[in-house]
């Protein structure tokens, strides 16, 4: 009887895991769509500025001819379309995160509307169980469940982890797009610089654009797996460097775009990148070494509740 309880307040507490999960992930997204939802009224603004800056160094306005007197307007110029562009990247990736983000949030309460009882079956299965270790009040029967316990907390514990290794790869595998694009670039972009022409010039911008690309995918996943970080219990000795996730797209295009053309800024942004996926790549190796140690723990486990069963009169 206590076996098959214990086998129903196992599979409840799971979905209460999952529940919990998407309250966090409801509150986390609505968290990150309001900071996405300021930032883009600032990226607006400073578009808008850009933009005019632009503007007005084409036009014939008294900045413009000052320029041209001292025979720099065109380098003015395009200064400030390069510095137009990165604002406009910038925009762009906020407005498409803002429409992944909202998307989510639809997702997450539709998800919870389907764990609405779930509260009151576990308390009802906990009550149960309260009344079956009163009528057996052996030392025995506490241990038994004891370890029943730890067990189903074992095996909730491993799909913690086993979400977050998942989440991580899909983020590492994302990121390897990126610095193939940004390596395929670098590759044209030495070309260009030993007169590959108009070809190797397309062909390097196409690859940058590529790989802004999936960096806007790539960006969404890291989210994912910091979210999925935050419901790992790992040991206090274990440094996690996650918080450049936040801003791996906005140095990204601030050092890359502003000034596109430049080999060495296509070197600088591959650098970046690669910090980011060592740092992917480390923690997905911490949490291999946590889930070996769970998935230890849990075989002792099952082999003590094993010998109690055994040994029980």
Known sequence: MIEELNKKISDVKEKLRTKQKFESALEQTREALKKQEIRKNELYNILNNEEKDVKNLESLSIMG??????????????????????????????????????????SYEEELKKYSTLNLEYQSLMKQKERLILIDNSIVSHKLISLMDKESDLRLGIGEV?????????????????????????????????????????????????????????????????????????????????????????????????????????????????????????????????HNDLVKELTLTGEKIKLFIEKAN
Do not use: M
Not at 77 to 98: F, G, H
Not at 164 to 182: C, P, R, T
Not at 207 to 223: G, M, N, P, T, V
């Open 65 to 106: 001819l000052f320029y041209s007197i001292l025979g720099s307007k065109e380098q003015q110029i395009e200064k400030e379309r390069q510095e137009y562009l990165a604002a406009k990247l910038n925009y762009d990736e906020c407005c498409s995160t803002i429409s992944i983000l909202e998307r989510e949030l639809c």
């Open 162 to 290: 086993r979400e977050a290794i998942k989440a991580g790869e899909n983020a590492q595998d994302a990121l390897k797009n990126v610095l193939k694009s940004l390596e395929s670039a670098q590759g044209w972009g030495q070309w260009d610089i030993v007169g590959g022409g108009f070809l190797a010039t397309t062909a390097k911008h196409s690859k940058i654009d590529e790989a802004k690309d999936y960096l806007y995918y790539a960006q969404e996943l890291l989210r994912i797996f910091k979210r999925e970080l935050s419901d790992v219990d790992l040991p206090n000795n274990i440094e996690i460097n996650i918080g450049s996730f936040e801003t791996f797209a906005d140095y990204f295009f601030d050092g890359l775009i502003s000034d596109w053309i430049v080999q060495s800024k296509i070197k600088d942004s591959l650098g970046k990148v690669y910090i980011i996926y060592d740092n992917v790549k480390d923690i997905i190796n911490k949490l291999d070494i946590k």
